[in-house]
């Protein structure tokens, strides 16, 4: 079972940095896209950000502009440089690849088990 692993995150002041970083356990097959999601207490998942096979990003209003997600989904490696932190984006943030583990599977979606990012105000 292919296996996300994420690195980054911790504790911060609010209107620091943070990097947060993901790459596959092996390679899968193919990555079509992959991102960031995160879920703050008593609240639903939501996506943080999106990069897709050929560069198209998207980002949730609430970052954009203070975020960034570089990575390339051919090398499976995505990034997220977060600056700017306000309190509100304290949360646990998954990173989510979408693709394929073989060329005959199905597309499937790969989770991270999540990174705890904490700003204090």
């Known amino acids: 079972q292919v296996q996300l692993v994420e690195s980054g995150g911790g504790l911060a002041q609010a209107g620091g940095s943070l990097r947060l970083s993901c790459k596959t356990s092996?390679?899968?097959?193919?990555?079509?896209?992959m991102g960031w999601y995160r879920q703050a207490p008593d609240s639903e998942r939501e996506l943080v950000a999106q990069?897709?096979?050929?560069?198209?990003?998207n980002y949730a209003n609430s970052v954009q502009g203070r975020f960034t997600l570089s990575g390339d989904t051919s090398i499976q490696t995505v990034h997220l440089e977060m600056n700017g932190l306000k309190s509100e984006d304290t949360a646990i943030y998954f990173c989510?690849?979408?693709?394929?583990?073989?060329?005959?599977?199905?597309?499937?979606?790969?989770w991270g088990r999540g990174t705890q990012v904490t700003v204090s105000s």
């Open positions: 989510k690849m979408r693709g394929f583990e073989r060329s005959m599977s199905l597309e499937s979606d790969y």
């Open positions: 092996r390679r899968l097959f193919s990555v079509n896209s």
């Open positions: 990069i897709r096979r050929g560069g198209g990003r």
